[in-house]
């Protein structure tokens, strides 16, 4: 085995000890006592709107999948893509490693409706940007209506940089579309290979790429008490950073490191409030989609076996 292959997972194998690690010493004072207590002060109006956020989420998600179809000219119905981009996400979200995991979904998913592996490949691609392009839009937003909130993660850098930063990233997000409306020429490096979308498709992308990530952030703002909670656009830009910072440790589930950031991100709240929060985010963001996505793994592999077993006693 190549040195390179476990580059990836040792990464995330360290993020998960070190994340577990700093929490347990942070939280080792707290009773599940508190914890159970925490999840049934949550009203039933948060429940119903954390469920109503995941729908969302995962909707969202769904649209990636369908302008990336969009993108390659294809068309396949909208109940298929929306099964097949549930389940590839539903399994990358857990198992860590989303790009490869979620690929290899969408690739027993889309070539039985006649996608090429190279096809493929760039409809993972393209969703992997969308998102990208969704965090950089409500990162840069965040940073300049909410510029303060970088004092929660680095109190020694100034807010104007914040706001300069803000500023910045959404001047490349702009690049990106003027790129695509002025009919830029393919952007190819040794690790980039960019080609620009018809501009129809990038204008989609640039609207219906934050709404996962916005929807997401909103199944554990609903869940925190309201007494100390500092608003939604804090939330987001905390949850922004820390599903990032998870996606990049290939951490599954991004198990430690949510924890870790948002907890020392929100200080004006209890710990064991923010943990009750983020245990609702997990049961309907992470845990049901996963169940729910084995289940269609499940009668898909199914559905396709016994149509081969048909083929060959057709053909015997």
């Not at 577990?20 to 429940?47: E, M």
């Not at 960019?194 to 199944?219: D, F, G, N, T």
């Not at 929060?277 to 049901?288: H, K, N, P, T, W």
Request: with cysteine; proline share 5%; aromatic share 12%.
């Amino acid at each position: 085995m190549k040195l390179g292959k476990l580059i990836w997972p040792a990464v995330g194998a360290v993020a998960i000890v070190f994340s577990v690690w700093i929490l347990y010493h942070d939280l080792k004072g707290l009773s599940y006592h508190d914890f159970r207590d925490s999840l049934l002060a949550i009203p039933p109006s948060g429940w119903l709107l954390a469920a109503a956020a995941t729908v969302a989420a995962y909707a969202a998600l769904a649209a990636y999948d369908h302008l990336a179809l969009e993108h390659l000219g294809h068309r396949i119905s909208l109940w298929f893509i929306t099964v097949a981009s549930f389940t590839a996400y539903a399994l990358a979200h857990n198992i860590g490693a989303s790009v490869l995991s979620g690929a290899v979904v969408r690739y027993r998913a889309y070539s039985s409706k006649g996608l090429t592996a190279s096809e493929v490949g760039v409809l993972v691609a393209f969703c992997s940007f969308t998102f990208a392009l969704g965090t950089a839009v409500l990162f840069g937003l965040v940073l300049i209506i909410e510029p303060e909130i970088i004092e929660r993660f680095a109190a020694f850098l100034p807010i104007e940089a914040a706001f300069s930063t803000g500023v910045l990233i959404l001047f490349l997000v702009a690049l990106y579309i003027v790129g695509s409306l002025v009919g830029f020429r393919p952007i190819r490096t040794r690790w980039l290979h960019l080609e620009y979308p018809r501009p129809s498709v990038a204008l989609q992308q640039l609207l219906i790429a934050p709404v996962e990530l916005l929807a997401a952030a909103a199944i554990i703002y609903f869940v925190l008490p309201a007494a100390g909670n500092p608003g939604y656009l804090v939330v987001l830009g905390i949850f922004l950073a820390s599903f990032s910072a998870a996606l990049l440790s290939h951490a599954p589930g991004g198990i430690g490191v949510l924890e870790l950031i948002f907890i020392a991100a929100l200080p004006e709240l209890e710990p064991v409030d923010v943990l009750a929060a983020l245990a609702v985010f997990r049961v309907f963001y992470l845990i049901i989609p996963f169940v729910l996505g084995l289940g269609a793994v499940f009668v898909f592999e199914h559905a396709r076996y016994s149509q081969m077993r048909a083929n060959e006693d057709d053909q015997g």
